[in-house]
């Protein structure tokens, strides 16, 4: 059983997620810190009402950004933890936290990566017309959303969606998603091979993902 630590910003629903696949055992791991960068964020809730250790980093106290990641690392480190997981965490790591954690981080995007990277993921789909988006777990490098892919679900975008209509369904795909990517990692079943992460042994048709909801507004 390894130790995650999880990084938020704000309400930590992927968080939550985790957590009810850890109870459920379906990741074979235990949450040994969440750390925030706002004292606010209500993913700090989430992990207390379960006894998670909580940590709250304040961003603005640090001169410089790798000052801010050698500190989380520092966290991280003490309580011996050995895969990160971004959920909803609203800063670009700098090589130092890399450097610590090289292909043990990994990230959740909005948008099937390497389409839309960035912020305001869900106004750029519906402005450009795409008629499928969904999530990307990858893994984190020194760019944004540029690392290499793990998995990804597909979610149609209907005609009548609004950025909230096609966020809201999304979010129900990264509660599977995450948790899937977790549990492969967790499992050594993963390798990455230039750009390309290979799954050992291949995701069976029960693990796979692929589109919900079907492609009608009906």
């Known amino acids: 059983m ?3 630590g999880v990084l938020i910003s704000g309400g930590g629903s992927n968080l939550q997620s985790v957590i009810d696949n850890i109870k459920s055992g379906y990741i074979n791991a235990r949450i040994a810190v969440v750390i925030s960068d706002n004292k ?3 993913g700090l809730i989430r992990a207390s009402e379960v006894e998670i250790d909580t940590e709250t980093v304040d961003f603005p106290s640090f001169d410089h950004r790798s000052d801010y990641d050698a500190h989380i690392v520092a966290i991280l480190k003490r309580y011996d933890v050995e895969l990160v997981v971004l959920a909803g965490y609203m800063k670009v790591v700098t090589p130092v936290f890399i450097d610590a954690y090289k292909n043990k981080i990994l990230n959740i995007h909005p948008a099937l990566l390497p389409s839309f990277p960035g912020l305001h993921v869900q106004k750029k789909t519906l402005e450009y017309g795409a008629k499928f988006s ?3 777990v990858h893994f984190v490098d020194e760019g944004v959303d540029t690392g290499p892919i793990i998995a990804q679900a597909v ?3 209907l005609d009548d969606d609004t950025e909230e209509s096609l966020s809201s369904r999304i979010l129900k795909q990264e509660h599977k998603l995450y948790p899937l990517a977790i549990r492969l990692y ?3 079943r993963l390798t ?4 390309r992460v290979m799954v050992s042994p291949p995701i069976s048709h029960d693990e796979r993902i692929n589109i919900a909801p079907p492609h009608s507004s009906g």
């Open 2 to 4: 390894i130790n995650i």
């Open 134 to 136: 969904g999530c990307t």
């Open 186 to 188: 967790t499992q050594n």
């Open 155 to 157: 979610v149609p975008v």
């Open 40 to 42: 606010n964020a209500y």
């Open 192 to 195: 990455i091979e230039g750009r």
